[in-house]
Every structure is written in C-alpha cells, then in structure tokens.
C-alpha cells in the first residue's frame, strides 16, 4: 500500500480550489457527491454530504410519469429483467431422483423399483472382476447404491490425508479406485 503524500492529505482536509460546489443555492461546501438529476439520465447534480442525504429522501423514482404509466411499471415488475424460456422445452434438472417405490395403479398397491442395477448371478466373473469385489469386500448380492457406500467409507478409512499411519496408502487408494471404476463398468453392462 502506497503512503499518501502530505500535499494529498491537506487537499482532502482543506480541499484544493478546483473542486465543485454544491448545487444547492447558497451552499458553499465542496460537492463531493453526486446524484442523477431524472432516473435513466447521464445528467448528475453534485452536493455536500448535507444536501445528498436530503436529496435523497425526497427522491420519486415515478416523478414526472403518469398514473397509468405508473400502473404500468408496476404491473410489469414482476418480469422485468428476468430471464424467459419457452414451455415447449421445459425445464431439465441435473438432479436426477431415484425413488424406491413405485404405485402399481392398476393393483392400487406400491411395489419395489427394480431401477438400480445389480451383481447378476448367471454371468461368470473374470479375475478382475473377482480381485475387485474381494478388495470392497461385497457380497455376491450387491447393487450400485451399495458399491458407493463402500467405495466411500473405504476411501475414508485409506486416503493419504486423513490416515497418516498406515503404509503404502498412496498404492492402496489407487488400487480402491481402480477396483471401483471395474465394478461400475461390470454394473453397467
């Protein structure tokens, strides 16, 4: 941060003779402050902290507009300035819901979703896939929800930030990872 020269400092005490005066009649304090003389307009009058403030509160946003131009405004804040979309596309959502039960309305009844995809039974596993679910330690039973699960609470128990003790955690986060993104595929497919 610079230092101020002296000069610069008694300018803003005293104030030097090139400043403005306030716009008020009979005002003689320097006009520091400005304020627009009509809404939309570049025009700007200039006042002491004094007249500002009292400018300010005799300020109408509508002076010089009509009753029905003011009804106008009015009616059309609620969408100015606020952006539109047509209704044909609708809105997407980058949420996408799963829900675990779903309403038969034919039986009147809630059955289970069957949306999350499983471990299947029939398919032989290859090596890879076995090394992988002998790392997560799963069951022959589970599904997509469940393989986060444990992907999270082993990525808590191994990450190199947080577990300073353990050794080789560097190779062992890697090796949860790649298990991880083998069993994702083989959910997948």
Same mark, same amino acid.
Request: aromatic fraction near 14%.
């Given at each position: 941060?610079?230092?101020?020269?002296?000069?610069?400092? @008694?300018?803003? =005490? =005293?104030?030097?003779?090139?400043?403005? $005066?306030?716009?008020?009649?009979?005002?003689?304090?320097?006009?520091?402050?400005?304020?627009?003389?009509?809404?939309?307009?570049?025009?700007?009058?200039?006042?002491?902290?004094?007249?500002?403030?009292?400018?300010?509160?005799?300020?109408?946003?509508?002076?010089? !507009?009509?009753?029905?131009? @003011?009804?106008? %405004?009015? !009616?059309?804040?609620?969408?100015?300035?606020?952006?539109?979309?047509?209704?044909?596309?609708?809105?997407?959502?980058?949420?996408?819901?799963?829900?675990?039960?779903?309403?038969?309305?034919?039986? =009147?009844?809630?059955?289970?979703?069957?949306?999350?995809?499983?471990?299947?039974?029939?398919?032989?596993?290859?090596?890879?896939?076995?090394?992988?679910?002998?790392?997560?330690?799963?069951?022959?039973?589970?599904?997509?929800?469940? $393989?986060?699960?444990? %992907?999270?609470? $082993?990525?808590? /128990? %191994?990450?190199?930030?947080?577990?300073?003790?353990?050794?080789?955690?560097? /190779? /062992?986060?890697?090796?949860?990872?790649?298990?991880?993104?083998?069993?994702?595929?083989?959910? !997948?497919?």
């Amino acid at each position: 941060m610079k230092k101020k020269s002296i000069e610069y400092i @008694i300018d803003k =005490i =005293i104030g030097s003779g090139n400043e403005k $005066l306030c716009d008020e009649v009979e005002c003689n304090n320097p006009g520091i402050y400005s304020a627009p003389k009509s809404p939309n307009s570049d025009e700007k009058y200039h006042f002491c902290l004094f007249h500002v403030k009292q400018y300010n509160k005799r300020w109408n946003f509508f002076a010089g !507009k009509s009753q029905n131009q @003011i009804y106008e %405004y009015q !009616k059309n804040d609620f969408f100015l300035g606020r952006p539109t979309r047509p209704f044909s596309k609708g809105i997407s959502s980058k949420i996408k819901f799963e829900f675990e039960y779903s309403i038969n309305k034919e039986k =009147i009844k809630f059955t289970k979703n069957r949306s999350s995809k499983s471990f299947k039974k029939n398919v032989t596993l290859t090596s890879e896939i076995q090394n992988s679910i002998e790392i997560f330690k799963l069951n022959n039973d589970f599904d997509e929800k469940i $393989l986060k699960k444990r %992907y999270k609470e $082993l990525v808590k /128990k %191994y990450h190199p930030d947080l577990n300073k003790n353990y050794l080789n955690k560097e /190779k /062992k986060i890697k090796q949860i990872n790649k298990a991880y993104n083998i069993l994702l595929k083989f959910l !997948k497919n």
